[in-house]
């Protein structure tokens, strides 16, 4: 470590003000402080509350993401082996090979161009690198199907981190969640990459070479908005042996990542536990009027148990790493319930509605992202009406 | 009711005024800089639009339409007063707007100050004629369903201008680049809710 340090000190002049890559000094600062306690201290009144700072909080969410990581590597070899007709004879090893094969140029991708724009904005502002990128450097590939083209990663998260995030002065002050942007802005601009029944399983043994004519893989939650029926238990979607995309379809290991964010106390347990219950609310809803429903498929769609709804499709990853951005969510501890159990409430509701789009969860969170200010907004107003309220009543006593 | 029901959360969602038409958007960017007055101004469009969008509905059905004006007389049954359409909804909407400004000046002074030139401007506001146009090329066959269609789309609009106007007072205090500031960044955020207002896209009621 004194070495690492020696080493990097050495570099220090270069970098500070008159150097020769004054420049750069933000890129330079970001790597240093990465590794090492940053030694500038804060000029004006800041109270120190907790030892806990954002490179800390990112790394531990991306910390939690790492279970969803390796499952999907292994779900997407175990999946590529499945369609082929050999998973009998592949190893756990083989299995993991072949996903990260697929899966680490996605993050490699997604890393890479992020960060540059990231590090471009901030020599362009002449401020430090923020570490907002981190978390959604690591959603992005996991929300993706596997057979994403790589340079509609790049494109997504160009878009995703311009449009999304810098255009309102980088991290900390975006509307929408950066990597759920990314992700929507696929999904609509190259809607056959993103949806369908083709996507979510690699079956080419070599390059766009598909050995299996018309294999459909289509996941659980797609096969139920379309017929009704899937041929996955729900130890399976439970388990997360499910096409899918990368990261999202194994519930347990969301749940170990759920787990460790709740008791570090950066993911909040109020917005995950609202959404779970807008989702049995809301499928509960469904499981009654079924009756109603406007074809049989959808009638099949609405009385599939509301506790299933939870582990089908996306549900849980949005709900746990995506609907708990403390940035694009509500603020307030009120705020919050009602924020969360609208993701839940739409994403169930999107989800059986609307055939176009069976992932409601991504668009539900998108939505109550654009309503979260103003949650808080009336939330905020609610209070400053009691305390007012509470105010004058003790005046009059007194 | 179903029937109703449904025009009603079509007209709120799939179809919103802003979101789906990207109508209205002269006074929904010039008007959403805090929420109070944001919701003065979407609440006068829901009565603008709750208001006109029935009348317009018995002046087409009872006036403008081709063979409407049967009830005077067996010899108006050929009269088509359709040409004329455009000029009344404009005339019955004008007049409305005069009702709700002297309303508002007169039980809300501050509102009214808040909101000044955009609410006599609520007249050419293009979600209202859009409103009234939309009741005539979709055929609405009662005076009930035109005035949900008519609420609904106020209602839709209401949300979307209270929305923004929260995410503009949250932005204040973001550091957005210099060129963006103002109306370039409510466009962004514009687009970015149309985003994730196309999530009720395709919905089937």
């Not at chain 1, 917005?271 to 049989?296: D, W």
């Not at chain 2, 002297?102 to 030139?117: N, S, V």
Request: hydrophobic share 55%.
């Amino acid at each position: 470590m004194k070495f690492l340090q020696k080493t990097i000190e050495k570099f220090d002049p270069l970098f500070e003000k008159g150097g020769k890559y004054e420049k750069l000094y933000p890129l330079f600062d970001g790597f240093k402080t990465f590794a090492f306690v940053p030694e500038h201290t804060a000029h004006t009144g800041a109270h120190i509350r907790d030892g806990i700072d954002l490179k800390r909080t990112m790394i531990t969410v991306v910390l939690a993401l790492v279970p969803a990581l390796i499952f999907g590597m292994w779900n997407v070899g175990y999946q590529h082996y499945l369609a082929l007709g050999l998973a009998g004879e592949m190893s756990f090893i083989d299995n993991i090979l072949f996903g990260a094969v697929k899966v680490l140029p996605m993050v490699v991708v997604s890393y890479g161009v992020g960060l540059a724009i990231e590090f471009g904005f901030c020599i362009y502002k002449g401020h430090q690198i923020n570490e907002g990128y981190l978390v959604t450097g690591m959603l992005i590939p996991l929300i993706m199907p596997v057979d994403l083209p790589l340079w509609m990663l790049a494109v997504s998260v160009i878009f995703a981190v311009i449009i999304g995030k810098e255009v309102f002065g980088g991290t900390g002050m975006n509307i929408l969640n950066p990597a759920l942007t990314a992700r929507v802005f696929a999904f609509f601009a190259y809607p056959t990459y993103m949806s369908g029944d083709k996507v979510w399983i690699n079956t080419a043994t070599k390059e766009g070479q598909s050995v299996v004519d018309g294999f459909s893989g289509a996941t659980a939650l797609g096969d139920l908005a379309n017929a009704g029926t899937t041929q996955y238990s729900a130890m399976d979607m439970f388990m997360g042996f499910i096409p899918g995309s990368v990261g999202e379809t194994s519930t347990l290991m969301i749940l170990i990542g759920a787990f460790i964010l709740i008791l570090t106390g950066i993911g909040s347990w109020k917005i995950m536990f609202a959404g779970v219950l807008g989702a049995l609310a809301m499928g509960g809803i469904f499981n009654v009027f079924a009756e109603y429903a406007i074809s049989p498929e959808q009638q099949a769609f609405m009385a599939v148990p509301a506790w299933q709804q939870l582990i089908l499709g996306g549900f849980a990853f949005g709900v746990v790493f995506m609907s708990t951005d403390p940035v694009s969510a509500a603020q307030t501890e009120r705020g919050k319930w009602i924020y969360g159990f609208l993701v839940g409430f739409f994403a169930i509701m999107i989800r059986v509605f609307n055939p176009a789009y069976p992932e409601g969860i991504m668009l539900a969170i998108l939505l109550m992202n654009v309503f979260a200010p103003l949650i808080d907004h009336y939330v905020v107003q609610a209070n400053i009406k009691r305390r007012m309220k509470r105010a004058q009543v003790q005046t009059a006593n007194a | 009711m179903q029937e109703l029901i449904n025009i009603f959360a079509k007209a709120v969602f799939v179809e919103n005024m802003i979101f789906a038409y990207f109508l209205g958007m002269c006074s929904y960017l010039a008007v959403s800089q805090t929420v109070k007055t944001a919701v003065g101004l979407g609440a006068a469009v829901i009565f603008v639009l709750g208001i006109t969008v029935p009348i317009n509905f018995l002046l087409e059905n009872y006036v403008l339409q081709e063979g409407a004006l049967a009830w005077l007389g067996p010899q108006f049954e050929t009269v088509n007063l359709s040409f004329l359409s455009f000029i009344m909804f404009i005339a019955v909407i004008a007049s409305m707007v005069q009702l709700v400004e002297m309303i508002i000046e007169k039980f809300a002074p501050a509102l009214y100050g808040a909101l000044g030139i955009f609410l006599p401007l609520i007249a050419v506001n293009c979600s209202i004629l859009g409103g009234a146009l939309f009741m005539q090329e979709r055929a609405y066959s009662n005076i009930t369903q035109a005035s949900v269609f008519g609420l609904g789309s106020g209602v839709g609009w209401f949300l979307a201008i209270v929305a923004i106007a929260a995410i503009r007072e949250k932005i204040r205090y973001s550091n957005v680049p210099a060129p963006m500031r103002g109306l370039g960044i409510t466009f962004v955020i514009t687009g970015l809710m149309g985003i994730a207002f196309m999530s009720f896209m395709g919905i089937k009621l």
